[in-house]
């Protein structure tokens, strides 16, 4: 499991990372919302646990924009608001828990278990598709069966290509169905993506042809 940790505070940041190594979690800590919403745009997490009082912008908004990009993503507030109001607010407005400062890392690393457990029995679309299983919702990947780690444009851009069907995808379409019409990006942003793509699951991943543009390398499982 992969949590994405967002506290602003190093000392107990270095103290959660530690603790929930020790229950088989591996995280990823950043101390603001800025670094938050960059790194979960680039890579893929199982769940996020939430500090509220961050140094540049409150909680509760980077959590509503996270949870615009990626509705099933677990959330656990972790914070020293204790009031009830700030307990029901928190879990009105889309965190699934809410734990209270001072903390057990058991407790911690037994509710995040759980939190997974239960967004991974849901009913997610699959893409099957060669040695790829893909879930574009929550952004897990398995290749030959073994967990891949796909930032979330790479697995939008595979879900894009296995959506065609077999047909090719010309460049300027994938850029205006990934980034959408209103946001700046490079001339080369999909060739990065790609290029990444193909070093974690293989060159064949993806097929190019000029003129044509790009699709799947593996026919889609019927």
Same mark, same amino acid.
């Given at each position: 499991? *992969?949590?994405?940790?967002?506290?602003?505070?190093?000392?107990?940041?270095?103290?959660? #990372?530690?603790?929930?190594?020790?229950?088989?979690?591996?995280?990823?800590?950043?101390?603001?919302?800025?670094?938050? /919403?960059?790194?979960?745009?680039?890579?893929?997490?199982?769940?996020? #646990?939430?500090?509220?009082? @961050?140094?540049? *912008?409150?909680?509760?908004?980077?959590?509503?924009?996270?949870?615009?990009?990626?509705?099933?993503?677990? #959330?656990?507030?972790?914070?020293?608001?204790?009031?009830?109001?700030?307990?029901?607010?928190?879990?009105?407005? &889309?965190?699934?828990?809410?734990? #209270?400062?001072?903390?057990?890392?058991?407790?911690?690393?037994?509710? +995040?278990?759980?939190?997974?457990?239960?967004?991974?029995?849901?009913?997610?679309?699959?893409?099957?598709?060669?040695? @790829?299983?893909?879930?574009? /919702?929550? &952004?897990?990947?398995?290749?030959?069966?073994?967990?891949?780690?796909?930032?979330?444009?790479?697995?939008?851009?595979?879900?894009?290509? $296995?959506? $065609?069907? &077999?047909?090719?995808?010309?460049?300027?379409?994938?850029?205006?169905?990934?980034?959408?019409?209103?946001?700046?990006?490079?001339?080369?942003?999909?060739?990065?993506?790609?290029?990444?793509?193909?070093?974690? +699951?293989?060159?064949?991943?993806?097929?190019?042809?000029?003129?044509?543009?790009?699709?799947?390398?593996?026919?889609?499982?019927?």
């Amino acid at each position: 499991m *992969r949590v994405l940790l967002v506290e602003d505070d190093e000392l107990i940041g270095k103290g959660i #990372v530690a603790g929930l190594r020790k229950h088989g979690i591996a995280v990823q800590h950043v101390g603001t919302a800025q670094d938050a /919403e960059t790194v979960h745009m680039e890579e893929t997490f199982h769940a996020l #646990v939430l500090d509220l009082g @961050l140094p540049d *912008r409150d909680g509760m908004e980077l959590l509503a924009s996270m949870r615009a990009v990626e509705p099933q993503l677990p #959330v656990l507030i972790l914070t020293a608001r204790d009031a009830i109001e700030h307990r029901l607010k928190g879990l009105h407005e &889309g965190a699934d828990d809410y734990m #209270v400062k001072p903390f057990d890392l058991r407790e911690l690393a037994a509710r +995040l278990h759980a939190l997974v457990r239960r967004t991974q029995g849901r009913a997610a679309q699959v893409i099957l598709a060669g040695p @790829l299983r893909l879930e574009p /919702e929550s &952004g897990l990947a398995w290749f030959h069966g073994e967990s891949a780690t796909l930032s979330r444009r790479e697995v939008d851009l595979l879900a894009q290509l $296995a959506n $065609a069907d &077999g047909r090719w995808v010309a460049p300027a379409l994938l850029n205006e169905r990934l980034y959408g019409l209103g946001e700046e990006i490079g001339s080369n942003a999909v060739n990065v993506h790609i290029h990444n793509i193909r070093r974690k +699951l293989g060159s064949e991943a993806i097929e190019t042809v000029r003129g044509l543009g790009y699709r799947l390398g593996w026919r889609l499982a019927s």
